[in-house]
């Protein structure tokens, strides 16, 4: 099954989707919807009959209850269960302007902290996200319930690895000077004294071995977040939303402090 089969995502281009707050993200950021699963013997509320009507020209399949709950992964069965149509592994999907804020993730281990630095990063005003090498599945269900609905809204792309980001950052500061800061527990520089205010690509390492070392060399800056107490590192989802807070920090105070003209 599509579900709890990686290679079969990949290979048909889709995954299942189940729960309001996704559902609801897919439609309102316009992902395709392939099929709608749901049983007539259950009354539908006003939320899944507008799912129905939302989801435009989909493939409707009725079925009973007993087996819309071996498709359901929630302990109560959901309304509704959506498969959707990946979108393409594009770059050009991430919007990149004067203030771009783009995350990579090197080759993660976790499906949990890949979905949990998603949410993050909508959270916090990035771009878009680059997932790069082989490593957790972005369509893993685990990533999908830790992003609470925010892979749907923000642009997340695969890539095989750096040689692919080297091209897109060639092709990126053709229209504007992107720089591309890493993150590591031995970094040289504070996070606080990095500039962070224009275009940035923040570079995050796999949980067990870090930035690889081709990321490293595109790196301009390595930097480390200071911290008193006796952990030497944090979970590379936490790390990742330190520094994104601390690049929206900045740039609030950038833009307060900008003469008008």
């Not at 999908?144 to 997340?156: D, E, M, N, V």
């Not at 923040?202 to 107490?229: D, H, K």
Request: hydrophobic share 40%; charged share 20%.
């Amino acid at each position: 099954m599509v579900r709890r089969n990686r290679h079969k995502r990949t290979r048909y281009g889709e995954l299942f989707v189940e729960g309001v707050q996704p559902i609801n993200q897919a439609l309102d950021h316009g992902w395709t919807f392939s099929a709608l699963y749901y049983s007539p013997a259950r009354p539908l509320s006003d939320w899944a009959t507008g799912v129905l009507e939302r989801a435009g020209p989909t493939t409707h399949y009725q079925m009973t209850p007993e087996l819309l709950a071996q498709l359901s992964e929630k302990e109560e069965t959901s309304e509704v269960v959506a498969l959707l149509k990946t979108p393409p592994d594009d770059l050009s999907r991430i919007p990149v302007g004067p203030d771009a804020l783009v995350v990579l993730f090197d080759r993660p281990v976790s499906p949990g902290n890949l979905g949990s630095l998603i949410r993050s990063c909508d959270a916090l005003g990035a771009s878009g996200l680059i997932l790069s090498g082989h490593g957790a599945d972005l369509y893993d269900p685990e990533t999908i319930r830790a992003s609470r609905g925010s892979l749907f809204a923000l642009p997340c792309v695969r890539v095989g690895g750096p040689e692919q980001v080297r091209s897109w950052l060639d092709s990126v500061r053709l229209e504007v000077p992107m720089g591309v800061i890493g993150a590591d527990e031995h970094g040289t520089l504070d996070l606080w004294d990095a500039r962070l205010q224009g275009p940035a690509l923040i570079a995050l390492g796999n949980e067990t071995w870090g930035l690889s070392a081709a990321y490293r060399e595109m790196c301009e800056a390595m930097v480390r977040i200071p911290m008193p107490g006796g952990a030497s590192s944090l979970n590379v989802a936490a790390a990742g939303s330190i520094l994104l807070y601390e690049a929206l920090r900045q740039r609030h105070i950038y833009a307060t402090d900008r003469p008008r003209t």
